[in-house]
């Protein structure tokens, strides 16, 4: 099972639920929302087999965190992993559109310089923006759009860019959700649940909840839940041999 896109630090109890995907063997990418949150989030994953831990800064916090973008660049060879970043064009946030995009590009210059990195990116209502910038910086071959909401136009030119793409309960649940994963490449598919934003009614998802993704895309994609395992873990394999590290 994989949960390639989790705030494990944000839930109540983050030790908990990091032990119990331990036990499990669910690969976790557990990301962050500031640079200042890095320590904290990546001891969730000390001693741990299947944890890893991205450094971002989500594009909701850009306006008000810019100032740790210097940290962010000092700690990028401590992981092989970026995100949460991106841009964000919803209506609560698009006013912060020019300094998204400046934490945006930094971020993925710096990355660039060092080599690269596989990313988690954040596109909610800003899906061209943010392939403008990948394709700017050289980045989509290794970058995940998680939880997808751009149009079909946007969706075939992210293709066309080589991007891979993660997929939860919570998207797959809508209708436009199933429509857009049905149409990515299967070869460049990830789970993931968002958790513990994302949730199942009252009740936050956690990484368990990655197995009902697998199940809905085994719907989508028309085979049984035990080759879509197979598949999406094969995906995950493709995606690390693309950035050496651990």
Not at 11 to 24: K, N, T
Not at 178 to 187: T, V, Y
Request: charged share 25%; glycine share 6%; net charge positive.
């Amino acid at each position: 099972m994989i949960d390639f896109h989790c705030h494990l630090d944000l839930f109540d109890d983050p030790q908990q639920v990091a032990s119990a995907c331990e036990r499990a063997g669910i690969y976790v990418l557990s990301v962050t929302t500031t640079p200042k949150a890095w320590p904290k989030t990546a001891a969730l994953a000390k001693g741990k087999r299947y944890i890893r831990t991205a450094l971002g800064l989500h594009p909701e916090l850009a306006h008000e965190r810019f100032g740790e973008v210097s940290l962010l660049e000092r700690l990028l060879g401590e992981t092989r992993y970026v995100g949460e970043i991106g841009l964000d064009g919803s209506p609560a946030h698009r006013q912060h559109a020019a300094v998204q995009l400046k934490v945006f590009e930094r971020i993925l210059a710096a990355s660039h310089d060092r080599g690269g990195h596989i990313y988690t990116v954040h596109s909610r209502g800003a899906a061209d923006a943010v392939l403008t910038s990948l394709q700017k910086y050289r980045c989509a071959s290794t970058a995940v759009l998680h939880w997808f909401s751009g149009s079909k136009t946007e969706l075939k030119a992210a293709v066309a860019l080589d991007c891979w793409f993660s997929v939860g309960p919570a998207m797959l649940r809508s209708e436009k959700g199933r429509a857009l994963a049905a149409q990515m490449p299967k070869d460049r598919v990830l789970t993931e649940t968002d958790g513990p934003f994302a949730r199942s009614g009252k009740r936050p998802l956690t990484p368990a909840d990655a197995n009902v993704a697998t199940m809905q895309l085994a719907t989508l994609w028309s085979m049984s839940e035990t080759e879509a395992t197979s598949h999406i873990k094969r995906n995950l394999k493709e995606l690390l041999s693309r950035v050496p590290g651990k």
